[in-house]
């Protein structure tokens, strides 16, 4: 972590939205994440893999690390960031943020909610955030796309489109062009790409019966 990281504050220990609390892990609450063993206050689904993934990056004290996102009593989820933010290419402070849900918390707005409270804080100290997202997972960029992750950074080497929400005031590259749509495009690319793979690794189909169809992969909700 570099000196000017080290001098932007976090959030605070406990964040709170209308119907929710995002509550820093203590060093009990991310061993328990990280071991996926279960605690009082979790849901019954609580913790998933990518929770037990996000404990592998906290840190005693970082107010940066990944938080519980409380609805009530119940642990639904977390969110959190990728450490304390860096001075990006522009020398602008800049961070990567992730989240997830339960599967029953989906479709309730949590996810948004939830995003929403922590980039108050991140406009009012002049941070910059990044997310990344699967272009098939639609609901997360719209989760994003509502929150104002409007600039498009292209595919990572996991073949995530990365998306970064300029600060306000700031102008972004796509502006007023859709972030949603930008996504789908990137999808579209992504999938002609992997069809001329499998047109040159495959026999062609039976022109009578033609390819059978996959089944559809479950689309998450948050």
Known sequence: MSEQAAL???PPRVVSTERLALVLWSPEVAADVRARR???EFHPDFPRPDDADAATLWVDGDAWGPRSIVRGRTVLGSIGFFGPPEPAADATPETEVG???VQEAWGWGFATEALQGLLAHTDHVGVRVRAG???DNRASVRVLAKCGFTELRGS???GRLMMARPLPG???PLAGTGA???AEREQERQER???ERLEHEQPAADPTTGPTPGPTPAEETP
């Open 8 to 10: 932007v504050a976090g």
């Open 38 to 40: 279960r605690r009082p």
């Open 193 to 195: 790409l992997e069809q």
């Open 156 to 158: 990572d080497e996991e």
């Open 133 to 135: 997202v699967r272009p």
């Open 170 to 172: 700031t102008a972004s």
């Open 99 to 101: 989240y997830g849900l």
């Open 180 to 182: 949603r749509r930008a």
